[in-house]
């Protein structure tokens, strides 16, 4: 639970499109979300996604799904609380600050940017096979994990900090 009494919110960002060993892993934190309590919010659609949503719809979770287009039935079949935008890849702003903590998986230009945005904005990210973004003086910040179970283990840990 949050500060007012709300399920925490946990985010997991990956690409819309990935490999068995990627689909396992967003499986995997996705049941953990979902047996911690936690709320799973995705960007609704395939991918990382679809299979973090899938993980945690088989443990009994909640998924919301904060869907780039218009049309509602872009979600993945495990989303429980469609979010229609209609705004595109602006959405990664949506799917960033209505999480406590995010999940990155892996991940194309569009996890990059939320990662970004989540570091703009303080919300802690947890990194699983994902960006190391840097300058010559400064890296934004991933508490990096090696599993499922040590991801979302993080993102409770970081959670109840912030």
Not at 30 to 44: C, F, P, S
Not at 59 to 72: H, K, N, S, T, Y
Not at 143 to 153: F, G, K, M, N
């Amino acid at each position: 639970m949050d500060r007012a009494g709300r399920p925490l919110r946990i985010g997991v960002m990956g690409p819309g499109r990935c490999g068995p060993d990627a689909a396992a892993l967003a499986e995997g934190v996705g049941r953990r979300i979902a047996e911690a309590g936690a709320v799973l919010v995705t960007g609704g659609r395939g991918g990382v996604m679809e299979a973090a949503s899938r993980g945690a719809a088989q443990a009994g979770g909640i998924v919301v799904g904060i869907l780039p287009g218009d049309e509602e039935s872009a979600a993945n079949p495990f989303v429980t609380i469609p979010i229609v935008t209609g705004l595109g890849e602006a959405r990664n702003a949506i799917n960033v600050l209505t999480a406590h903590v995010v999940i990155a998986i892996e991940g194309g230009p569009g996890t990059l940017s939320e990662i970004a945005l989540a570091a703009k904005t303080g919300t802690p990210v947890v990194g699983l096979r994902t960006w190391r973004a840097a300058t010559d003086s400064a890296e934004i910040p991933v508490h990096r994990a090696e599993s499922a179970d040590d991801a979302v283990s993080r993102a409770l840990e970081l959670a109840a900090g912030a």
